[in-house]
């Protein structure tokens, strides 16, 4: 859904959730501005039991000017459109309004029949970073408006616990585009926790559970602003026991959790997305993470199990069925692994001196993460048939790809590309977009593989980066290159298939 499809309607009526936070705030603000210089009749409310009462969500209003209002009730049937955001029709966090038309933009796990007017990314930080992509695909001008700006930056920044949560890039690419008085968000910040929640943060301390020998901590909080939980996480972690941990409270539509971690083996957001699967939604940066687990969805898959006993039973089970191998030592036992090589398909290759000069610091910023590497003369970064990218060197390229005229194409090599990588430069920022400079290449089939699917979770610290692991899923695949037994990586099971061929 574009929001230029929704300019048919008039009056449009957008109601954020009942008790808003800064998100919801946000992208309710962001839409009616844009509506608004649309010559529509628009109006912002929220409803429900409760006006605005946190002191950082009432001076945000306060100074951004957001023409928010409360109804506690709304007993009429609203012409036009209604149009919801950060939360979605008929669900319990919001009260249920008649209208003509409904439409819904939001950023949480999908819990309603979708339908043309519904436009539901669950893998982003924030409805704010969703408003803002429809925006920018609507060539409105939010890049270069301070105050729209600041409240979209402060609902990312509010919704991802002070962005540790962030692990989508297009998170990352709207915090760094949209201009911020940032004087105004240390005010809100500097506003955002009360008496009371720290005491919550403090009684929550005292009770932990803890496992020696797999050195994580879980904490259940009361019901607090999730700002709140990622203090009690950051303090719990400067345990000396304590490796990784797991602090949530229960709300009345689900479980808000905040994870952290202090070892290169447990990456929080791949934990926190772990935690969620199925049921919710989890990310966020190698250190600090969290995630939403829906209410409805937990009672339907877990009914007669308690939380803290669900929180530990999956961590028992991350940490006792998880392999870790370090590809620059490890020797992998290959007699029962099958020899395969790539199919003739057409992908993209970038010299990375064509973009960067030698010896600069870069990263590469993909769905799967941000990778770091530094120029060389014969750094080649790939990009495959899902948009995903992994460097190689000139050698094991040449041997293994010929290249062909023409620029790169993702439309005609790509699966599917929800997003087009960027790389951006460590000293100064500068950002590229990395089909720029792609040519395309095929196969040679001379490069063979071993591979064999995996049962469990799988860790691979590679040649290329000794930081950070690539992570494999029961069912992926684990590679070795024939040529080069340290060459190890995964790869996933939707796109083995498509790429591989099994020697006969």
């Not at 408003?131 to 409240?151: R, S």
């Not at 203090?231 to 229960?250: G, H, K, P, R, W």
């Not at 094991?396 to 699966?415: A, C, D, H, I, R």
Request: glycine fraction near 6%.
């Amino acid at each position: 859904m574009k929001l230029s499809d929704l300019l048919s309607y008039d009056p449009i009526t957008i109601q954020c959730h009942d008790n808003p936070d800064a998100d919801a705030l946000a992208s309710g603000y962001a839409l009616y501005r844009y509506f608004k210089d649309q010559g529509k009749d628009v109006s912002f409310l929220y409803s429900g039991k409760f006006k605005l009462q946190k002191s950082n969500l009432k001076l945000m209003v306060e100074q951004l000017d957001i023409p928010v209002t409360y109804r506690e009730e709304v007993t009429e049937k609203l012409k036009g459109l209604l149009l919801l955001v950060d939360c979605q029709y008929g669900e319990s966090n919001v009260r249920k309004i008649e209208a003509e038309q409904i439409a819904v933009i939001d950023h949480h796990q999908i819990e309603i029949q979708e339908n043309e007017f519904c436009e539901i990314r669950p893998n982003l930080g924030s409805c704010s970073t969703l408003v803002w992509k429809m925006l920018c695909d609507e060539n409105y001008p939010v890049n270069q408006d301070q105050v729209l700006g600041t409240a979209l930056y402060y609902g990312l920044y509010s919704d991802t616990n002070q962005f540790a949560e962030i692990s989508n890039p297009l998170d990352m690419d709207m915090m760094e585009e949209i201009p911020v008085n940032k004087a105004l968000i240390t005010r809100f910040r500097n506003a955002n926790i009360s008496i009371k929640e720290l005491e919550t943060a403090g009684i929550a301390l005292i009770r932990n559970i803890f496992n020696d020998k797999h050195r994580y901590a879980i904490i259940k909080a009361q019901p607090c602003d999730p700002n709140v939980l990622g203090i009690i996480s950051d303090f719990l972690l400067q345990v000396d026991m304590v490796d990784t941990c797991v602090v949530y409270n229960e709300l009345p539509d689900g479980y808000k959790i905040s994870v952290r971690s202090c070892i290169k083996e447990v990456r929080a957001n791949e934990l926190a997305e772990y935690l969620c699967s199925g049921i919710g939604s989890g990310g966020g940066h190698l250190e600090k993470a969290g995630g939403f687990i829906s209410q409805k969805l937990y009672q339907k898959k877990h009914p007669h199990l308690h939380s803290e006993a669900y929180f530990s039973d999956k961590l028992n089970d991350y940490f006792e069925n998880t392999d870790i191998i370090y590809a620059a030592k490890a020797q992998v036992d290959t007699t029962d692994m099958k020899m395969y090589t790539k199919k003739n398909l057409t992908v993209g290759y970038v010299k990375a001196n064509d973009v960067f000069p030698i010896g600069t610091e870069i990263m590469v910023r993909t769905l799967e993460g941000d990778v770091n590497l530094k120029v060389t003369e014969d750094l080649i970064i790939m990009i495959g048939i899902k948009g995903e990218v992994y460097p190689t060197n000139y050698k094991k390229f040449s041997k293994s790809y010929q290249v062909l005229e023409g620029k790169y194409n993702p439309e005609e090599s790509v699966v599917k590309a929800e997003y087009i990588p960027m790389i951006k430069s460590a000293s100064d920022g500068a950002s590229r977009m990395i089909t720029e400079f792609a040519g395309r290449c095929i196969s040679t089939g001379k490069t063979t593989i071993y591979a064999k699917r995996i049962s469990k979770i799988t860790k691979i610290f590679t040649m290329w980066d000794e930081s950070k692991y690539m992570l494999g899923k029961p069912g992926d695949y684990l590679a070795v290159r024939s040529d080069d037994p340290h060459d190890i990586y995964i790869v996933e099971k939707n796109i083995f298939g498509k790429t591989y061929s099994e020697v006969e």
